[in-house]
């Protein structure tokens, strides 16, 4: 298996090819995802000794009850090293199955079988699994490579709209990263994505779990350049928290940031700057915010995971789909840019 993140990308769930010698198969899924598809995707497994695991739908369900759950149900199943956990569903889902197979008999193996946009592009590749404990999201967890990752893009048609919106906030993240050329590509194909269109869809998630590979081979614990793939998110974690947006639309109005304070610090240039608004604005994707306190944002980017030496560590664009991880910003210019994204609204 290449490097643990083969990465196969399909329009349904046949093909999944589960070896034979496991002896028992648990699927972990939501119920949502249970509703729509276990159906489907249990008539074209080729391993008849399964069980099913439902989770509640939402974050709340990446909890250490839910994984005590899980283990004792993985107890009373017997399942045994010899076994193996397909996590099927979204983000929630992915993190919780992978933390549980990363330490369920001190490691089992795991398929990720991603059904969001988010998941298909980015949490489910990369080998990050986790739970939250109380405010501290994803304070638990490992870095855990699944055997392989199967992507049926057709669950992207039951996606509700802000859901499948949420993802694309990631996919295009990936075009400020690393591909200047993919930005036009979204540009110039907005229609067809937002219908659906198969082809279109096979293309951004390929392109997404390429670059995502790339970078994970090159730094897979995060110590250098995978903190690229954090643009927008420090920002965007305070509004994730406090303002109820989802993790996608976070990182949008995060991004906004990132590039308002980039654009003041002459990083980049206006054009470049009002071109990603137009990007987030043409797919109707929120980058501004009302209603949050801007220092108690702050208070929660200072208590940021990924901080170190307790800067602040800013992923900031320096050029056209270039980025670069700073840490010598003045907490009063986060200030500002965070209270002027705000009064954009
Ligand atoms: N979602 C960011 C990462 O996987 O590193």
């Known amino acids: 298996m290449e490097n643990g993140y083969k990465v196969y990308i399909k329009k349904n769930f046949s093909e999944i090819d589960i070896k034979k010698d496991y002896d028992k198969v648990l699927i972990i899924t939501d119920e949502n995802v249970e509703k729509l598809y276990m ?3 249990t008539r074209n497994l080729n391993f008849k000794n399964l069980i099913v695991y439902t989770i509640n739908p939402g974050e709340d369900s990446k909890s250490l009850k839910v994984y005590e759950d899980i283990f004792r149900f993985c107890i009373e199943s017997e399942l045994s090293r010899k076994s193996l956990i397909i996590g099927l569903g979204g983000g929630v889902v992915g993190d919780l199955s992978g ?8 490691g089992i193996d795991i398929i990720h079988c991603p059904t969001t946009l988010l998941s298909q592009v980015d949490s489910s ?12 999201k994803n304070i638990i967890g490992s870095f855990y490579r699944p055997k392989f990752i199967h992507i049926n893009i057709n669950t992207l048609k039951t996606l509700d709209c802000s859901e499948f919106l949420s993802g694309l906030s990631e996919v295009i993240k990936y075009a400020l990263i690393c591909d200047y050329e993919f930005l036009d590509y979204l540009l110039k194909n907005k229609d067809k994505i937002l219908n659906l269109d198969e082809e279109c869809l096979i293309y951004i998630v390929k392109k997404c779990s390429n670059i995502k590979i790339d970078i994970v081979k090159k730094d897979e614990k995060e110590s250098g350049i995978r903190k690229i793939l954090n643009l927008g998110h420090t920002f965007g974690h305070g509004i994730e928290k406090l303002g109820g947006f989802s993790h996608g639309f976070a990182v ?21 700057y009002d071109r990603v608004l137009n990007v987030y604005k043409s797919y109707n994707i929120p980058i501004t915010f009302k209603g949050i306190d801007s220092i108690d944002i702050l208070e929660i980017m200072k208590k940021d995971k990924k901080n170190s030496f307790s800067k602040i560590n800013l992923v900031l664009p320096a050029g056209h789909s270039d980025v670069d991880v700073v840490n010598n910003i003045d907490e009063k210019e986060i200030l500002c840019v965070i209270e002027e994204v705000k009064n954009e609204f």
């Open 39 to 41: 159906y489907d995707f």
């Open 99 to 106: 933390f549980v197979a990363s330490t369920y008999m001190r």
């Open 252 to 272: 949008a109005i995060g991004t906004h940031m990132a590039f308002r304070l980039a654009y003041k610090k002459g990083y980049i240039y206006k054009s470049y």
């Open 125 to 136: 590749i990369g080998g990050k699994t986790g739970i939250n404990l109380e405010n501290y």
